[in-house]
């Protein structure tokens, strides 16, 4: 049977879940309320952009209830099994909002799917357009020392609820991209594949883009932590604001 190309997330809600079956979310949800202590109000106005299947949301509510998920992908915020906060389908290069955040933010290095710098610059500049004059946008970014540790193991497959999956992880050097590429197979015989790819951008260019966008770097961590970032981390958090409200 040929193997049918679908769009990103299209399919791969259905092993999602399985794929980041590591990943604590409520370790992650702690570190963001950490990040933001200090900036916000119990009821202050959240944004997450490429939310997903919603597990981070759905966590992070408790800490600020007042949150709407948004994500591209339709499948994804539909995966989402809770079912309990807000969504918005959108693209984060279009944001359709009229009020205004006082948090936004966007995790497991979803801005890396944006595959230039004029991308990235627009991105930055529809987040600043909807964010309140004292709000707080964090993002985490992936580097290049990242993508080469996931390459050395290239490949990754198993099966999860019937459905039989291979991924292959491939970093290009020169054009900075990587890429992951994903087959499934069905339990009917159905074959799809997905190919995801990322850019990965040089440490400076998230401070010059950030600042043509009207906004300026507060902090700048290892993912996790709270050492300072440099070029050589492997991924990145930013926290940021609008440089008119810059002391």
Same mark, same amino acid.
């Given at each position: 049977?040929?193997?049918e190309?679908k ?11 399985f794929?980041?079956?590591k990943?604590?979310?409520?370790t992650? #949800? ?20 490429? #939310? =997903?299947n919603?597990?981070? *949301?759905?966590i992070?509510?408790?800490?600020y209830?007042n949150?709407?998920?948004? /994500? ?7 995966? /989402?099994k809770?079912?309990?906060i807000?969504?918005?389908?959108c &693209? ?14 966007s995790?497991?290095d979803?801005? @890396? ?5 004029k991308?990235?610059?627009k ?5 600043? *357009? ?9 993002? /985490?970014?992936?580097?290049?020392? &990242? ?10 497959? =198993? ?8 991924q ?11 890429? @992951?590429s ?5 339990p &009917? ?7 995801h ?19 300026y ?5 290892d ?8 070029p ?8 940021t604001?609008k440089? &008119?409200q810059l002391?």
């Open positions: 049977m040929a193997t190309t769009k990103i997330y299209e399919e791969l809600p259905s092993i999602y879940e794929l980041m079956r990943v604590s979310y409520r992650w #949800a702690h570190y963001l309320d950490g990040l933001v202590d200090g900036y916000l109000h119990p009821n202050a106005k959240v944004l997450e952009l490429a #939310a =997903g919603c597990k981070l *949301a759905n992070f509510e408790k800490f209830p949150i709407i998920a948004s /994500d591209l992908s339709k499948n994804m915020l539909a995966s /989402d809770k079912d309990m807000p969504k918005v389908c &693209n984060m290069l279009a944001l359709p909002f009229k009020c205004k955040f006082d948090l936004i933010y995790t497991f979803s801005i @890396n799917y944006l595959q230039n710098g991308l990235l610059l991105m930055f500049k529809e987040v600043s *357009a909807v964010l309140n004059d004292e709000g707080i946008f964090t993002f /985490d970014a992936s580097m290049e020392k &990242n993508s080469l540790v996931h390459t050395k193991i290239p490949e990754r497959k =198993g099966v999860y609820k019937g459905i039989k999956f291979l292959k992880s491939m970093y290009n050097s020169k054009t900075h991209v990587h890429t @992951n994903f087959k499934l197979k069905l &009917n015989g159905e074959v799809y594949s997905e190919i790819r990322q850019k990965i951008y040089l440490f400076d260019t998230y401070f010059q883009l950030l600042e043509k966008a009207g906004l770097v507060v902090k700048c961590y993912s996790f932590s709270y050492r300072d970032a440099n050589n981390s492997e991924r990145i958090q930013f926290l604001k440089i &008119n002391c």
